[in-house]
């Protein structure tokens, strides 16, 4: 018997390894292990052969079972693997749209512009943080210290979302409310830049659009001062646009920061010399910034005796303008090939 069960095993690995598709490995596999097959009819004979033979024989079937339940395995997995690779090449799609040596595509001006400043700001040690676009209320005012009263909402022109109750979602007016999630989601430390589209119920004209581009950062930690706020600025500033450009503080107001400033650098044409586009001052606002105001740190449940901020902010889309000397920012939204290509 132990020789009929070596020449069942050497026939049956010589079909596992003939079987070129699944199809036929399964009929190899009902071959080999199925009912009627050899191995279990030699199996139902153990019962007419003397102990020591029937335990010598019963040693050899289940040992050529297992090896050759082995070898099916390794083969299936083998098949498995070829009619894989050869659906996904039955069902690849070739999405070219034109010859290599016609495309005219490149990213946009505004993209660019963003992954610029996300390198700067992380190579500074800040990370990346994201929100939704439409947002509540009490994110896009509330926490930031704009109650519903308060008269500075004025400054910003507000679209509204006819979702929830009159005047409770809006298109965020600004980045600011992912400021209040991620300190809402973390402990401090925090330094983190928020880049984004906001919406204004703006006319649009050469420098104003509806739809445009912010970027902002907020600096949490203890013993974080004014002076951390202008040295993280002029670094910046130097970092993005060449050592031969600086940037000053102006007195102003945010009703989420306090003090507040306005955020100048020097004009990019004439480098601060004065000339036309500055008005001869030699200098060009950029953003805003100030000092967390307490206010914004116990909406968040921040202790502000505990902890101090910084925030500053400021608009991508005028950002790139000047840096390529482009004087319309409608042309960043007008997709005319002959424009986006120079960049």
Wanted: hydrophobic content about 40%; some cysteine.
């Amino acid at each position: 018997m132990i020789d009929e069960i070596r020449r069942i095993t050497d026939e049956a690995r010589a079909g596992i390894a003939a079987a070129s598709t699944l199809e036929e490995l399964r009929a190899v596999d009902a071959a080999v292990f199925g009912r009627r097959s050899a191995l279990t009819v030699l199996k139902r004979g153990l019962g007419g052969l003397g102990p020591d033979e029937r335990r010598a024989a019963g040693l050899a079937l289940n040992d050529a079972r297992e090896a050759l339940e082995t070898e099916l395995a390794a083969r299936r997995r083998v098949l498995e693997a070829a009619e894989r690779r050869a659906r996904l090449e039955a069902e690849r799609l070739d999405l070219t749209e034109v010859e290599p040596a016609r495309r005219r595509g490149s990213m946009h001006l505004v993209t660019q512009t963003v992954e610029r400043l996300e390198d700067v700001f992380v190579g500074m040690g800040f990370t990346v943080s994201e929100g939704p676009e439409v947002e509540t209320d009490f994110y896009n005012f509330e926490a930031l210290n704009i109650p519903a009263s308060h008269p500075a909402r004025g400054m910003w022109d507000t679209l509204y979302v006819e979702l929830g109750e009159p005047e409770s979602t809006v298109l965020r007016t600004h980045t600011s409310p992912v400021q209040i999630r991620v300190m809402q989601a973390q402990e401090p430390p925090i330094h983190t830049v928020m880049p984004g589209r906001v919406f204004r119920r703006d006319t649009a004209d050469a420098s104003h659009m509806p739809v445009f581009h912010q970027i902002e950062g907020l600096v949490v930690d203890r013993d974080i001062s004014f002076a951390d706020l202008a040295g993280t600025l002029e670094e910046f500033t130097a970092a993005y646009f060449g050592g031969s450009i600086h940037s000053r503080l102006r007195p102003s107001y945010f009703p989420f920061t306090e003090p507040s400033a306005e955020y100048d650098i020097n004009c990019l044409f004439c480098e601060g010399t004065g000339c036309r586009t500055c008005g001869g001052t030699g200098w060009m606002e950029l953003g805003g910034c100030g000092m967390v105001h307490p206010n914004v740190f116990r909406a968040v449940g921040y202790d502000p005796e505990e902890w101090r901020g910084f925030a500053f902010g400021f608009g991508m889309d005028r950002l790139a303008l000047n840096r390529h000397g482009v004087d319309d920012i409608r042309e960043l939204f007008t997709n005319d090939v002959r424009f986006l290509e120079q960049f």
